[in-house]
């Protein structure tokens, strides 16, 4: 399981190592509500394409390895001329899962997935630009319309549909089934 503590030790390491992540899932959901709401077997994170390796071989040193490469995994080309792999699971020797997924910034700012069945997701800048809040400890995450965006075209689980029930909750974001009883 990760713990609070664990999301902010991994943010500020990679952080102080200038690698930038974007919170997502449902630590990404509680960073947003300012609070755990329930356990999380692992963390999920957006990070940009370009930072991949250099993300895998920091976390290496802390004893993560490969798990689990998505079904949506894609590998891409870096602008340093790198082939890496775009949305996977890093595992510790205690468990704990980072579920990773790539992205590349145009020059507007917006977020361009790389990973498979991507092709006209955007992120929009502004969904990138929310802070949230793990231990009170401020993060990055995208915002809540976004993440209910990211929680559709797949059977979401019922500890999900609560966390976005909650995102309606104190945001008014519209979930799908929300749209759906109109």
Known sequence: MFCAEDVVDIYQHLRNNNIPIWLTGGWGIDALLGE????HK???????LDDILRMCTLLEQ???TLKELWEENCPAVDTFGNR????????DPQGRELD??????DEAGNGLPVWRESEGFIIKKQDLAREGSIARFSVQCISPEMQMICHTGYEVPEKQLHDLELL???FG?????????L
């Open 36 to 39: 755990q709401t329930r356990p």
């Open 42 to 48: 692992d963390l999920d994170v957006f990070v940009l």
């Open 62 to 64: 802390d004893g993560y």
């Open 84 to 91: 890496t792999d775009t949305a996977f699971v890093l595992q």
């Open 100 to 105: 990773i997924h790539a992205m590349r910034l």
């Open 168 to 170: 309606h909750d104190k």
């Open 173 to 181: 974001v519209e979930t799908p089934w929300h749209r759906n009883k």
